[in-house]
């Protein structure tokens, strides 16, 4: 059974450009989560789609977008990147909100 | 607000020996809890979790305990291997909130 699949791995993007990062889930699963880990920061909550829907959003700004296709699939979008966006962003599944989490090996995104 | 706190931030043991690993959490709509394993440049792995009607569980040599009162969890690895040192996450969520919340991580070293 494949994993949770996050592409691109890496990426380096400018200041004030926007990033598209895409998350597949594992099959069957019906929820997926995004979260920021920077060094010293564990990991911060972005947001939580269920059956497209988004359940849960963390405390960041505006620039920070998602959504979830009928598929499961899901992507979240950083527009006017900022050097303080750079971070791994990790996406995780789950069969649905309450169950165990299972995350990708994650995007990481340097912002020059 | 850190409502999930994991106060150590690295920790040695000695191959074979027990390694304790704690957090402490300040909400009390929090009733189920997870332990995370995370290798550098890869997601974080799940480890084994726990329900608020527990105070025990075990798998293998991994056994987390729970106190409701003290709102603490501790993460007992025996015996300990040089394959666990990673950093190790916390985390907790309510069946109201469902979002995971994450601890910031304790690094473990195993040396042999």
Redesign the interface.
Known sequence: KAG?T?TPRYLIKTRGQQVTLSCSPISGHRSV?W?QQTP??????LF?YFSETQ??K?NFPGRFSGRQFSNSRSEMNVSTLELGDSALY?C?SSFD??T???????T?LTVV | DQQVKQNSPSLSVQEGRISILNCDYTNSMFDYFLWYKKYPAEGPTFLISISSIKDKNEDGRFTVFLNKSAKHLSLHIVPSQPGDSAVYFCAARGTRFQKLVFGTGTRLLVSP
Request: glycine share 20%.
């Open positions: 949770v996050q989560s979260y010293g920061q564990g990991l911060q909550f939580e359940r849960n963390g990790l995780a909100p309450n165990e989490a299972f995350f990708g090996q994650g990481r």
